[in-house]
C-alpha cells in the first residue's frame, strides 16, 4: 500500500518529538503541541510503542519488525498502530 501525503512529515514531528530536538521555531511548536495532544488520545501502553518506534535507529521496518519480535506480536499490527497515529499526529497538525 502506497503512503498517505502526510506520513512523512508526521513521522518527522514525532522523531523529533521523542528524540527531544531543540525547538527552532512556531512550526516547531506547532508540531510538538500537535504531537503531544494526539498521544493524549492513546493508552499509557500505545505511548510506550510510539516511543519505542520513534527513538530507535534505522529503517521503519526493521524498527517493528524488532518490536514485533520482543513482544510476539504480529508486525501488521504494529504497522496498523503506527498508521494510527500518524494520521492522528497529521490531524492535530491540521495536514488532514
Same mark, same amino acid.
Given at each position: 500500500m502506497a503512503k498517505h501525503?502526510?506520513?512523512d512529515y508526521a513521522e518527522h514531528m514525532l522523531k523529533s518529538f521523542f528524540r527531544q530536538a531543540p525547538d527552532c521555531g512556531e512550526a516547531e511548536q506547532?508540531?510538538?503541541q500537535a504531537v503531544q495532544t494526539a498521544l493524549g488520545a492513546f493508552s499509557e501502553q500505545e505511548?510506550?510503542?510510539? +516511543?519505542? #518506534?520513534?527513538?530507535?535507529?534505522?529503517?521503519m521496518p526493521e524498527r517493528i519488525q524488532a518490536l514485533a519480535a520482543?513482544?510476539?506480536t504480529d508486525p501488521q499490527s504494529i504497522w496498523n498502530f503506527n498508521g494510527v497515529l500518524t494520521k492522528a499526529v497529521?490531524?492535530? +497538525?491540521? #495536514?488532514i
Open positions: 501525503y502526510y506520513t506547532l508540531a510538538k505511548q510506550t510503542l510510539a +516511543r519505542f #518506534l520513534y527513538t530507535q535507529r534505522g529503517p520482543e513482544l510476539q497529521a490531524r492535530e +497538525r491540521g #495536514l
